[in-house]
C-alpha cells in the first residue's frame, strides 16, 4: 500500500469517527476501523476519553492482528482485530453505543424487520450476544465474531452493537439507518399497531441493492463528511 493510499485511509477512518459522534453513536465510548490491504494490519482510532468529534489521521493506530492492547487503545479492541481475522472480507467495522440499539438489545426477541429502505441491509435474524461483560480479550471476541459471523448487525445485550460492512463508508452509513431502523420499531411497537415492514430474505436484499448504489453511497458520505470538516492545522495556518 502506498504512503499516499495509506493517508487517504487515514483521512477517511477519521472522518467516520467524527460522523459516527455528530450522530451519537460513538462518543467517550465506541470505535470504528479499517482493514487494510494485504489483511494483516489494521487501523483503529484512540479509546475511551479522546474526542471523537476531534479525530484526525494523526490520531489512529495502525496495528497488526497480533498486537496486543496498550493504554490508549479502545478497551474492546480485540473486537476489531477478530473480525478482521476470521472475516478479511469485512473491511470495516464498527461498535456503537447507540442509544436505540442499546434499547433494542434489552428486548427478549430482537425484531427482524427493516422500516426504511435505508435499512434493508438489516438480518432477517438479528445475532444477540448474551454475555454480560465488555469484550477484553482475544476468545471473548471471538466468541462475539463467530456469533456475527458475516451478518451486518450483531446486538450486544445491555451494551450496544457490532456492525460490519465492506468498507469504512458502507459502515458509517449502516451504523446511522441501523439506528433509525431501531428508534422507528420501538415506536412503532409502543403504539401497539400492526405494521407493514419491507419483505425479508432475498427479496430484501435485492431492493436493497437498487438503493445502495455506488452513486448513492458517494452522496451520502460527501453530505455527511462537509458537516463534521476540521480546520486545517500546521505551518501558515
Known amino acids: 500500500m502506498s504512503a499516499s493510499d495509506l493517508d487517504a485511509l487515514k483521512d477517511e477512518l477519521a472522518t467516520a469517527a ?5 450522530h451519537g453513536l460513538i462518543g467517550m465510548f465506541g470505535h470504528i476501523s479499517v482493514l487494510q490491504p494485504g489483511d494483516r494490519r489494521y487501523l483503529v482510532h484512540p479509546g475511551a476519553g479522546s474526542r471523537k468529534d476531534r479525530c484526525r489521521p494523526s490520531d489512529l493506530f495502525d496495528l497488526d492482528l497480533d498486537e496486543e492492547w496498550k493504554p490508549g487503545h479502545p478497551l474492546e479492541l480485540y473486537m476489531h482485530s477478530e473480525m478482521h481475522r476470521l472475516y478479511p472480507e469485512v473491511r470495516s467495522c464498527a461498535h456503537v453505543h447507540a442509544p436505540y440499539l442499546t434499547q433494542l438489545s434489552v428486548l ?7 422500516l426504511t ?3 434493508g441491509f438489516w438480518p432477517d435474524r438479528v445475532p444477540v450476544y448474551d454475555e454480560p461483560d465488555l469484550v477484553r480479550d482475544r476468545e471473548t471476541a471471538q466468541r462475539l465474531v463467530r456469533l456475527q459471523g458475516r451478518d451486518t448487525v ?7 452493537a457490532m456492525v460490519a460492512a465492506p468498507s469504512i463508508r458502507q459502515a458509517v452509513v449502516r451504523c446511522i439507518h441501523a439506528e433509525e431502523n431501531a428508534r422507528l420499531l420501538l415506536g412503532t411497537m409502543a403504539l401497539g ?5 419491507l419483505m425479508h430474505g ?3 436484499k435485492a431492493m436493497y441493492a437498487k438503493i445502495a448504489t455506488p452513486k448513492h453511497l458517494a452522496s451520502y458520505w460527501q453530505f455527511e463528511s462537509s458537516l463534521v ?3 486545517p ?5
Open 193 to 197: 399497531r400492526r405494521i407493514v415492514p
Open 233 to 237: 492545522t500546521g505551518p501558515g495556518v
Open 229 to 231: 470538516e476540521l480546520a
Open 18 to 22: 467524527r460522523i459516527l459522534n455528530r
Open 202 to 204: 432475498e427479496e430484501r
Open 154 to 160: 450483531c446486538v450486544l445485550r445491555w451494551h450496544g
Open 108 to 114: 427478549a426477541d430482537i425484531p427482524n424487520d427493516s
Open 117 to 119: 429502505l435505508n435499512a
